[in-house]
């Protein structure tokens, strides 16, 4: 038996196969040892490299301890309305949207989000439509949604109105039929060198962000709606998924076109808020909250989700909340109606920047995420005659967070109350006024005690009564 047998003599079948291989090669006798040297010191190189945690290769960036990026009042004061352009009205299109502005105004929101206004890819394409997020060419505009023209009034009369209007941007993936498939180098590839998808999106491709002419081309082409058509910033698609540097070097071009702008990651990515963005999706904590109201976990998760996000992001993170949007079921169809109210109740009272999705304030329940995405079916306004309640609700809850400094901008204080699996309580504060708020996110009603030690507190605290799915907000200036 040849000596170098020995060292393969106690592995399992797997080895047994390599030392018949080693000796198939290694069969003329004077190149045995050199392919032994060979064979061990690549052996030795792929434990070096198996034995590096990937995490040491690619080391997460901790910006716990660095400021975020300072964010302007009309921001921070903010409430985000998203809007479905195919699906805000039977039309389908920006003068039926310019046409309800007065509308959205009265609601109480200031700025308004169109989903994206990019013609749609056909090729490999979903549903009867397409997704608007297989974008075909980032210049031009969806025809459905109507001219130039027409975009330029309706961000014109946004403003007239004090309304800010903001696009959503693809930057991540194009479509398959995308005008830059004229770049082939401007996209990413498999093992086999062919043109690939992220996930299972297979009606996209990505794009290879170590392109530098691609980031040219992209950043030029957010320079070009903030020039051409006086846009107020950006939703960002799947911003984690570009280089955080991208962003930082498109950020700092766009302000010396629009100074005064706002970039929504739709991300939870703590580096991205240093520099880049003024705020992100709050994921986690939308997810805790379906749990929660679900019933599948504790409402004292909520205040966990809260803290572990406050630990590791940068000082000052601002952050979207929300209880529903395109990408999921809707909220009335997760939660149920009042429960629906329950969790808006929490996204407005909360710091951060509330959103509602195009047909939340009338109690809506036509689906649009997958695969209603890729359909054309529009919102059922006169529902609201069967849902009073809602546009009532969120009249009055924009309002009281447009009246309250410390419902925009105080600092937040959990409170401990006597039913934490199923109650949040918890005070928005200034120094000129205190807002303590009480949300039952069950369906069992609440009679029990809030700790509560500010002796201004007066009426029915310490001991508080909440409906199912009930809420309070108490004001104390």
Known sequence: MPKYTSQFSRKGAKEQRERRLLETLCSFAPLRENC????????????LVLSIPVSAQQP???????????????????????????????????????????????????????????????????????????????????????????LKRLVREAHARGLKVIIDIVANHTSWDSVLMKHPEFYKRDAKG????????????????????LRRYMTDMLKHWIREFDLDGFRCDVAAELPTDFWENARRELEQVKPDIVMLAEAHKAELLVNAFDLDYS????????????????????R?????EVRTWPRGALHM????????????ARFGERAALAASAFVFTLD????????????????????????????????????PEFPKFYKEIMALRRASPALRRGSLEWLKNSDESRVVTFIRRTADEQVLVAINLSNQPFFGSVEVSNKNWTGALPVLSLAAWGYRVFNHR
């Open 60 to 150: 997460a960036r901790d910006v716990s301890k660095e400021s975020a990026r300072p964010v302007r009042d009309w921001v921070r004061d903010g409430v985000i309305y998203e809007i479905y352009p195919r699906a805000f009205s039977q039309p389908g299109n920006f003068n039926a949207i310019t046409a309800r502005l007065d509308d959205l105004k009265d609601l109480g929101v200031t700025i308004l989000w169109l989903m994206p206004i990019h013609p749609i890819g056909q090729e490999k394409k979903k549903g009867t439509i397409g997704s608007p997020y297989a974008v075909r060419d980032y210049y031009a505009i969806n025809p459905d949604y109507g001219a130039a023209a027409d």
């Open 304 to 308: 966990d989700e809260w803290e572990k």
């Open 321 to 332: 909340r929300f209880s529903d949007n395109h990408d999921e079921r809707r909220a009335i």
């Open 352 to 387: 951060g920047v509330p959103m509602i999705y195009n047909g939340m304030e009338v109690g809506d329940t036509t689906e649009s995420g997958a695969p209603a995405l890729f359909e054309k079916l529009p919102i059922f306004w006169s529902i609201a005659e069967r849902r």
């Open 36 to 47: 032994l040297k060979k064979l061990q010191t690549c052996c030795l190189l792929l434990a």
């Open 283 to 302: 994921w986690p904590l939308h997810s805790a909250l379906t749990e929660v109201l679900q019933g599948r976990r504790r409402a004292s998760e909520l």
């Open 194 to 213: 062919n043109i690939t998808y992220p996930y299972d999106w297979y009606d996209i491709a990505a794009l290879n962000y170590e392109n530098q002419q």
